[in-house]
């Protein structure tokens, strides 16, 4: 059970405070209610973009790391579709560094020619060494839009294309920034061994000065229901054939979200599940395969993916696939197998609570979601979950008229 007290200042930044007796770290997370779908289709890129911009230092602190480096403290971030999420953690007797640094540049961040250029040179050639010039990199490129054709969860992270970062304006960036990067669109979680008077007091002191604006208003277009078969195919310069499967599934609050996670891990979750005993040890079709859920906000994705042996087809390979998908659909999963993928959950959660970190960011992520003491029920939500679920939703879920198939070939030497 993680305590946690809540409070919210006047410009409408919430605050959660959690304290932790057993660490002298502490953990200071700063949530953005900002990802890559709250971007124009025309100018994608730009959450990722901040999270660079956001460490180019502000008017009073040209050099976000120094001081911090200079306590003690480290820190980083990370984007995804639906969230930006900054992070320090620094000896608790340093702990108003860390104020000072995240307030700073939530007030007055450096728009200069100078950081712009620099991180957006950053961003492309990460763009291009990740996702373009990289063995598989582009397979998200190529699944998002074919599995999305309305909802802005068809662009990654990292954009639709390099030259919307290549041709970002000054303007562009700086209003952005105004319009996610509010004390009333954050969400800040403090950790540590330190008393809820003195959180008060330095949120007070360093971010209830900084204005509020409008909150964003997210309206963003509903993805249809797919309800026929998507297929794509492309051939690349990679050492082995690969296939991926994704089918639309629940949003991360819907009530089967814990369901259609313990049916990813029932398929796939370590070498006593259904995908590697078959199609791996058994049948020796793949290298490698797995199932995964997104966990996005909206409506998400459950992949199924792997690379194929040599020699094996990918008829052979989709069809085996199916083969275990049919599996799960008409049979109810056995009472083995369902407890064993529910107390893999339960023990991650427990290690992940040892840390200090960990718990603020989960604080922060249930907060955004509706309720911080969610993190409470989330083992509870899984242990309920039945035999019965997982059927119910693998026939839901797993229909090739849901589902879109991207076959990603390596080129043949000719």
Request: glycine share 4%; net charge negative; proline share 3%.
């Amino acid at each position: 059970m993680i305590h946690f007290e809540k409070f919210t200042l006047k410009n409408g930044l919430k605050v959660i405070f959690h304290k932790d007796e057993s660490t002298p770290i502490v953990a200071f997370n700063l949530l953005y209610n900002v990802g890559a779908r709250d971007e124009d289709e025309k100018q994608t890129g730009f959450a990722h973009l901040f999270e660079h911009l956001m460490f180019g230092g502000s008017i009073n602190i040209p050099n976000f790391d120094e001081p911090l480096q200079k306590v003690g403290g480290t820190n980083n971030a990370f984007t995804s579709n639906d969230i930006t999420n900054y992070y320090i953690t620094l000896p608790k007797d340093n702990l108003e560094t860390a104020f000072w640094l995240e307030s700073d540049r939530m007030l007055s961040l450096a728009f200069t020619d100078k950081n712009l250029e620099v991180q957006r040179s950053v961003v492309i050639e990460e763009f291009k060494q990740n996702y373009l010039n990289q063995p598989y990199g582009d397979v998200w490129l190529l699944l998002r839009p074919l599995a999305y054709q309305n909802h802005p969860y068809k662009w990654a992270t990292i954009g639709k294309e390099v030259s919307h970062i290549e041709n970002a304006t000054m303007d562009d960036v700086k209003t952005f920034f105004h319009k996610h990067y509010l004390p009333n669109n954050a969400i800040l979680t403090i950790a540590g061994n330190v008393d809820i008077g003195d959180i008060k007091q330095l949120t007070k002191k360093w971010f209830g000065d900084i204005p509020s604006g409008n909150t964003p208003l997210r309206n963003l277009p509903k993805e249809s229901k797919q309800t026929k078969e998507r297929r794509l195919k492309v051939e690349r310069d990679v050492p082995a054939n690969a296939i991926y499967k994704a089918y639309h599934m629940c949003s991360k609050n819907h009530p089967d979200y814990h369901a259609t996670d313990l049916l990813s891990d029932v398929l796939s979750l370590g070498k006593s599940s259904r995908l590697y005993i078959s199609l791996i040890k058994e049948q020796k079709l793949f290298s490698e395969i797995s199932a995964f859920i997104s966990g996005s906000h909206d409506e998400g994705l459950l992949t199924i993916n792997g690379k194929l042996l040599d020699g094996v087809s990918f008829k052979d390979a989709e069809s085996s696939i199916l083969k275990e998908v049919e599996a799960i659909k008409n049979e109810l999963v056995n009472e083995n197998e369902l407890s064993k993928v529910k107390n893999k959950i339960e023990s991650t959660t427990q290690f992940s609570e040892t840390s200090v970190l960990n718990k603020a960011m989960n604080l922060s992520f249930a907060e955004l979601l509706g309720d911080a003491n969610n993190v409470n029920l989330e083992v509870e939500k899984y242990q309920e979950v039945t035999a019965e679920d997982i059927k119910r939703i693998a026939n839901q879920v797993l229909n090739e008229s849901n589902c879109s198939t991207l076959i990603y070939a390596k080129k043949e030497n000719k």
